[in-house]
């Protein structure tokens, strides 16, 4: 795992800064928009309009006077950010939504101020508090919304249990905060308990529900050397723990972090939303002034005049467009975040709908990738196969390579008891020597047979086509030869239904492997892949990327996020796989915590889902205009239909809200029930 830098903590605690700056300016908009409120129902109940709508007559002396004090603190309180907004777009000369909003609000309070103080004409006093506060209202929405994004994986870190059990020096148990743990602490996890802390098992076996993090809800069998994640929830098993990451190093954590760096990011497309909002701005401006000269100019009073340019204003406020990516893009963050995909650049998750290629690495990837037996046998048929694979087993017993490992493994698997090794002794390139029951066994490779002069009988089974390029060892008891073991790196179950699904949306699937050829085809006509290429070091998967790139490819390079960085950073769209506290991978945009090929395919659907979720609340956002300039500008004026500033704002609202509302209508990531039936059919 990659310690964090200086900057990284620094990064970190402006991102707790820019939240708490976030939900102080939530409580300001709230506690602004209720005390507006509060003052607009004696406004409404003084306005001449109102009370000529409603039937009712309610003046006193200095009535008048009474409206303009209560409109003015409204104007002057409740519509402050909106004004300190319109001077920080003019003084950086880039209007937008606040610029509209605080021209509309002045040119309705100067007006109904003026009227007050002795010129002739009708106060809207009453459309100017109201404007003030549904868009007090739309604000506070918005950045709830927002909010709650971020709030929704925040609530994982407060999933995670507050204490653990410390196994002392001693081998006593005592409860603990978890705050006072440090790397290489030793926990104990009882049956059903939450996992308190990242870390490695060191003795004891149980199956881990990871949903939590995975969105995988198949618990996952842990044993000794496997890793463990903080937050997740225990089965039937105790567990041993030698804690590795708490606190801000935790994997939770860095979710956390990884999604706040993804939502502070700007994309592309949210770039394009910017220079929308600007134009719509401007037009607005130049809409709004020249409906103002349009009604003068042709007879009607300055009172009508002023309404139509405020109701203008008003309607083409981009307030919905603001909220048309940003909603989106921090509802699919936290709902990928959620089900083991983790975006770490926003604009590359956006870009995932253009992939024509997708570039899998073998290893880890496509493959398990770690050694499993896959055929053991006996040669001379003086021993039988099980002779062979136990008396291996048991002289590979104190080995701590991976081939040794899945020998181990392979004669647990068949519930071997394996008798007791003495005289170990191992060289590198060659093999292991023991004694097992007063034999000596040797499991080697070609090398030594090679340096001997060893000549080796065939199996009573010749090779097949299919494990011709498996590696094998051989066992020698007493010096004699005794039996092969094969081992391969196996295909994962689930590469066939994701390279079917990749196919079938059209996108060519490419692997790239430093593996050699022989080994790279198989893998590649088993799967039936478009293209491999072998033998490649990091520099050289790099060429090829941008070899593809220049035949105008939109290339997706999914790799473990270590040996393959370099590809991972130079291809369009970077994807690293891995599992529990691996998913640290600095150059991927987007991390697989499950390492499942077919989450590939899930976050290119998923981006495309969420794209789409786009460009319909961009129409959301913007389609409304083109009905409702011309109707708040007057032109079916003389039809009797008008858009005041209130219903304009009404209309603006509910342009938003139907965006609000869409950007949560976005499905989570899952695999479909056709990938699902292609995985069993594989």
């Known amino acids: 795992m990659p310690t964090h830098s200086t900057n990284d903590h620094d990064a970190s605690h402006d991102h ?15 506690q602004r928009f209720w005390v507006s409120l509060l003052l607009t129902l004696p406004v409404l109940l003084l306005s001449p309009m109102v009370q000529s709508l409603l039937g009712y007559h309610l003046t006193f002396p200095l009535s008048e006077w009474v409206l303009f004090a209560l409109s003015s603190v409204v104007y002057l309180y409740g519509g402050k950010p909106f004004l300190t907004g319109l001077k920080d777009e003019l003084q950086n000369r880039r209007p937008g939504m606040m610029t509209l909003i605080g021209v509309a609000i002045t040119v309705a309070f100067a007006y109904s101020a003026a009227t007050v103080l002795g010129l002739e004409g009708k106060t809207f006093f009453w459309e100017l508090v109201t404007l003030i506060d549904i868009m007090l209202l739309g604000h506070w929405i918005e950045m709830r919304s927002v909010m709650n994004a971020s709030r929704s994986l925040e609530k994982l870190v407060g999933m995670m249990p507050s204490q653990a059990h410390k196994i002392s020096q001693t081998g006593q148990t005592q ?11 030793q926990v104990r996890v009882q049956p059903g308990e939450k996992i308190p802390v990242d870390g490695e098992v060191i003795e004891g076996e149980s199956s881990v529900n990871e949903s939590m993090v995975t969105g995988e809800s198949r618990p996952v069998t ?9 937050g997740t929830l225990n089965g039937q098993g105790a567990l041993t723990l030698r804690v590795e990451q708490v606190g801000e190093q935790a994997y939770l954590s860095k979710v956390i972090d990884m999604v706040q760096q993804a939502q502070a990011k700007k994309s592309k497309t949210q770039h394009l939303a910017d220079r929308i909002a600007f134009w719509l701005t401007l037009i607005a401006l130049t809409a709004g002034f020249a409906t103002l000269v ?29 909220l048309a990516v940003p909603l989106v893009v921090a509802n699919s963050i936290t709902l990928s975040a959620r089900n083991g995909l983790l975006i770490r650049n926003r604009t590359a998750f956006e870009n995932t709908p253009r992939i024509t290629t997708v570039v899998f690495d073998k290893t880890g990837t496509l493959t398990e990738g770690t ?5 053991y046998q006996s040669v001379q048929g003086r021993w039988q196969d099980n002779d062979v694979l136990k008396l291996a087993a048991a002289a590979e017993a104190s080995s701590e390579h991976p081939i040794a490992n899945a020998i181990v493994e392979k004669a647990r698997q068949q519930a071997m008891t394996l008798p007791r090794a003495t005289a170990f002794s191992s060289s590198p390139g060659h093999g292991v020597r023991a004694s097992v029951d007063s034999h000596t066994v040797r499991v080697v490779g070609p090398a030594y047979l090679k340096a001997h002069d060893i000549e080796w009988p065939q199996p009573s089974q010749s090779d097949s086509e299919e494990n011709a390029q498996a590696t094998r060892v051989f066992v020698l008891i007493d010096e004699q030869p005794a039996g092969q073991i094969e081992l391969d790196d196996a295909i994962r179950e689930t590469s066939f239904a994701a390279v079917k699904r990749l196919q079938a949306h059209g996108i060519r699937v490419v692997m790239m492997t430093g593996d050699n050829k022989q080994v790279a085809q198989k893998v590649s006509h ?8 072998a033998g490649l070091l990091p520099d050289q998967k790099v060429e090829k990327i941008r070899a593809l790139q220049a035949k105008h490819e939109f290339v997706a390079m999914t790799g473990d996020g270590v040996n393959d960085a370099p590809a991972l950073a130079t291809a369009d769209v970077g994807i690293a796989v891995g599992s529990g506290t691996d998913v640290a991978a600095e150059t991927a945009d987007i991390i697989l915590v ?33 009905v ?19 219903l304009g704002a009404v209309l603006m609202s509910l342009s938003t809200v139907i965006v609000a509302i869409n950007a949560q209508l976005l499905s989570p990531p899952r695999q479909t029930p056709e990938a699902t039936e292609a995985k069993s059919g594989s």
Request: with cysteine; aromatic share 8%; proline share 4%.
């Open 294 to 322: 349009a009604w003068v100019m042709l007879g009607q009073t300055l009172v009508f005049a002023l309404e139509r340019m405020a109701s203008v204003m008003v309607i083409t406020c981009p307030h919905a467009l603001g």
């Open 222 to 230: 842990k044993r000794q050397g496997q890793k463990v994640v903080g």
């Open 594 to 626: 499950d390492s499942d090929p077919q989450s590939v395919v899930d976050v290119i659907g998923f981006g495309r889902a969420t794209h789409r979720k786009m460009i319909q609340n961009f129409v959301w956002a913007t389609g409304y205009n083109v």
């Open 526 to 533: 088993a799967l039936r892949l478009d293209d491999f290429e």
């Open 175 to 185: 409860e603990v905060d978890i705050d006072s743990l440090a790397p290489e602490d």
């Open 628 to 646: 409702a300039i011309p109707l708040a500008a007057g032109v079916l004026y003389q039809q009797g239909i008008l858009i005041s500033p209130a």
């Open 371 to 375: 050694f499993g037996v896959t055929h």
């Open 16 to 30: 707790h800064d820019h939240h708490n700056h976030h939900h102080s300016m939530i409580q300001d908009f709230r």
